[in-house]
């Protein structure tokens, strides 16, 4: 800012005397005595590199960090906005208590800790100790995130935790299990530039990760070609070289026909798949029949676009395959995965520069989040908490017999339906808004008024808080420290860049002093993160994601460690199968071979069009911290309708007009924006706000079998064009008599 600051009068010179406003000081009015320190962002998976700006204890700007190695000073807009929220009038300033007729009231901390003590005790000695579950989040840091595994079954020795990664990365993660051996992507981004072809699947890049597009675009500068595979021509596709506009749910149509096209012409690496691999004869078996004719039909493409694809990518010297929720979110979402993964598998370009497989992370800590023992079948390290001896190791670490450690619990959308018939009868939960991110919105508001007791620990009134008996202030990521992993499997640093508002606590802190009145304090006896870390170490110790070989020094350092990291003299493992070996116990990739089936539920005579959701740039997930932010509610202040002139011309609807969007499970009416960027069989909304505005009104609880992930990118509605929704204010104001 110094710099800035000296520069003004040659830019307001070159810029004219607009830029004249700028206070003296510079832009973020800079002062002698102003703070900068250097963390990250609290949004995405890039979990880029930023400085905030600190003044008594308030963050008043940001710089960017130019040295981060991963995104070198750049960022989004809700990069340079996010520190916006911390001085919200919204912001939780202590607990709160609902009370009959009279709504929230804050409540002091020992009274409010007392009650969700007491109401853990009498919920688990009445219907037992499965009946209180935890519902976590992969924006929590590691730290958090193993706490939240340790204090459900230590604290509460309870089977039913899960997280909202369970919304998100499970289906990657259980393709690359089992293609792989390992659940992570395999290589640092800066191996991206060094491709030849990029192939991307189901991932809006520009929006969702923009800190890739310039990966991409480097790549692109050296000549790389570039393949993308979304209904909708999003902004990176409009820049592709070859744009797949595949209809939703037809992927496998689209990689098997290519792979189809790879073996008839010889463009695959038989030494290596022969050397690295088993199962290619049943792949190759199963991809005989996707001639590209087949592909097509159910790609919803023509055929020589699969064609296309297989020529670009097929002979190339070096390639990337990256996919995000747009294959994964689905009732095949797995099969979607391996079939992508096959690609790079039978070309053998994994594991080099240039040459990889990327599953693009999506939460701040999607990464580590589904390491540290949050899932519903995990213990740390990545283990199952069904293997014995994974059991043994962690009761070591715990200092527990263990058989006191529950088995697996239910994931995320199986435990909201269990709230909703009943059996778990108390809630505590972290990170998690399910209200507007779970599927079929209307069914989880019934089951949350179902439960007999509810806490939420956050530090906005989430819609789901809302619905909450006791609501617990806990930290925003700058309030607090600890590690995240970023999308490349970096363990990074946040550090603590202020203090929680008084009367709000570290979320780390709730947790500790719950489970002292629990009488489990020895359990969790952490002077702060930095030790929790350091059992974590252990507790991952030999495991696949192995963080032991990292301190939180060591991290600093070298701006990020790459798991795994076995020992304090170890580098770090930035690129996995660079030697051809795999994960599993055999050091072989597995190819499984996949067949293309219909999504659960296909449009119809009554429900024609197919419904996709998913995202924009403005917001994050479910919106709570993002809509209190004025600079980007002013870029998306609504969601919307997107379909093509196609469409819009044979249903009657102009661009703007309200149109009411309906499954059979609820509705939403929002602005139709008429685009020839998206399919004419498809509509598009985004899901990051509530209520009667939530698109999982409409979204099916149809779950992929292996990974339990939600099919949030199809369901089938119908679109009417609708009367302009009421506006609640004008409805009070009708109620009140009119505008006084
Ligand atoms: N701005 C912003 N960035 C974010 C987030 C956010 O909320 N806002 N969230 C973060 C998180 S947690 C996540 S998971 C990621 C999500 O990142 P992405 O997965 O990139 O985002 P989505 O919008 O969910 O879906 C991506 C694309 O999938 C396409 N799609 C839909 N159905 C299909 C299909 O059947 N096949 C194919 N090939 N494509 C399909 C959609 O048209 C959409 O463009 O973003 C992360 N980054
Ligand atoms: N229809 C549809 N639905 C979807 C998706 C889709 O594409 N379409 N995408 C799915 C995906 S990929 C995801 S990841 C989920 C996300 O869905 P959610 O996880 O429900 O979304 P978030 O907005 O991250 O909710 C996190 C809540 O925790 C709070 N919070 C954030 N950080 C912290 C913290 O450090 N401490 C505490 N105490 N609280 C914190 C926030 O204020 C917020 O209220 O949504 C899913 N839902
Ligand atoms: S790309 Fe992601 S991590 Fe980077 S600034 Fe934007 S939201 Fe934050
Ligand atoms: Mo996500």
New binding site residues.
Partial sequence: MAKLSADIPKLVEHFGPSLSRIPAGGWADTREDDKLVKTHCC???QQCGIQLRVRENKIIGFEPWEDFPFNRGKL?P?GVKRYMQDEHPDRLKSPLQRVQDKGFVPVGWDAALDRVVSEIRRIQETYGKDSFAILTGASLTNEKAYLMGKFARVALQTANIDYNGRL??VSAGTASKKVFGIDRSGNPWSDIVAADVILV?????A????ITTDYIWRARDRGAKLIV????M?PIARNADLYIP??????IGVFNGMLHVMIKRGWIDQDYISKHTIGFEEVARTVEKYTPEYAARIAGVPASMIVRAAELFGPAKTSFVMH???????SKGVE?CIAMMSLALATGRLGREGCGYAM????GN?QGGREQGQKCDQLPGNRKIDDPEARRYIAGVWDVPESSIPGKGLSAVPLMEAIHSGKIKGLISICFNPVVSLPDANFTREALGKLEFYTAIDFFLSETAQHADIVLAGSLMEEDEGTTTNVEGRVIRHRKVVSPPEGAWEDWKILLELARRLGKGNKFDYAGPREIFDELRVASKGSVSDYYGMTWDRIDENNGLFWPCPSLDHPGTPRLYEDGKFGHPDGKAHFIPVEWRPSVEMPDEEYPIIL??????????SGTQTRRIGALVDQTSEPFCEMHPQLATKLGIADCDFVKVESRRGHVVVHAKVVKTIRPDTV?V?Y?WPHDRSANNMTIRALDPQSEIPE???CAVRVMKAERPIDPIAKLEVQAGGIR
């Fill in positions: 949004f995405c998976g989004c809700k998100c990365m699947a189901g991932a809006n890049i929006e969702c990760a923009p595979i979304d209904p909708r999003t595949v209809r939703p749910g037809g992927d995000a929720r747009g294959i994964e979110h689905h979607n693009i992370t999506g939460q999607g996709t959701t998913g995202r924009v740039v403005s917001h994050f997930l598009f985004p990051h949030f990118k199809i």
